[in-house]
């Protein structure tokens, strides 16, 4: 059975800088596409950074120019570098993956804190 563990999130100062990690765990393979979205208090999940397995990323564009999204296919993990943080980044940060042998999968969410 396939899993994805996150792992970094925590608390941050406004301004300051975070990376998540999501691996998976259980599969043979790549994965087509695996990315981040989060769940702001009260709010609906939401993307945030996405990338394919040739490198192909998007970005929400209230993320854009702040964050990262990489991966390593041969580890199977995809990275979220966040750089600039700010309060309104406050989240449950969710790992997706999918690929067509393992379906879409996601992550149990790691909490993003950003406050002073």
């Known amino acids: 059975q396939v899993q994805l563990v996150e792992s970094g999130g925590g608390l941050v100062q406004p301004g300051g800088s975070l990376r998540v990690s999501c691996t998976a765990s259980g599969s043979s393979g790549s994965f087509n596409v695996m990315g981040w979205y989060r769940q702001p208090p009260g709010k609906e999940r939401e993307l945030v950074a996405g990338?394919?397995?040739?490198?192909?990323?998007n970005y929400a564009d209230s993320v854009k120019g702040r964050f990262t999204v990489s991966i390593d296919n041969a580890k199977n993990t995809v990275y979220l570098q966040m750089n600039s943080l700010k309060p309104e980044d406050t989240a449950v940060y969710y790992c997706?993956?999918?690929?067509?042998?393992?379906?879409?999968?996601w992550g149990q969410g790691t909490q993003v804190t950003v406050s002073s």
């Open positions: 990338i394919t397995s040739w490198g192909f990323t």
């Open positions: 997706h993956a999918y690929s067509g042998t393992s379906g879409s999968i």
